[in-house]
């Protein structure tokens, strides 16, 4: 690819990324509109808690996958609920995720585990959520096979925009 075509894709998903920021509406504080919602992972995520991002790229390296998709999240957050579904539990998108990612999901003000970056740190959840710029729920971040994050996404994202952003990163 020549340079203008990277930097054009650089630029679309900066773009993306700054349409999602006001979807967010405000910074989470465990409460949402009132109501306790429950939004649960889909079936297809890793089941077992999230305490190694190395571990979970090494796994993704080999099932031959792309990266690791983590979602940040909160049990109360609408939000949330929304993209998980409107957006993940749609077959074509899930299809796509579930082929060239290995998901995992994490509630970001649970501190009742630590999780060990790439760095080799051990963090509680809430400081590795801080650390991976995600204090905003539903953060979505994607991590290619070194490690290094391809994109992070910010708030609810709907279908059609997750789309478009999941085919920019697995069309390389």
Known sequence: MNIYGKNMKQVILLVLFLISVPLAASQVTGQDSGKTLQSSFPGWFDSAPFSSLEADLARA?????????????????????????????????????????????????????????????????????????????????????DGKRIVRLVGYQSPERFRKVLNEITSN
């Open 61 to 145: 390296r080999q099932e031959g996958k792309q990266g690791v998709m983590v979602l940040f999240s909160t049990a109360e957050c609408s939000y949330c609920s929304e993209f998980i579904k409107k957006t993940l539990h749609d077959p074509k998108i899930s299809a796509v995720v579930k082929k060239n990612f290995h998901s995992v999901g994490m509630e970001i003000f649970k501190n009742a585990s630590m999780i060990t970056g790439t760095d080799g740190k051990v963090l509680y959840t809430n400081e590795f959520a801080r650390k991976e710029s995600a204090g905003y729920s539903p953060t979505i971040a994607f991590y290619g096979k």
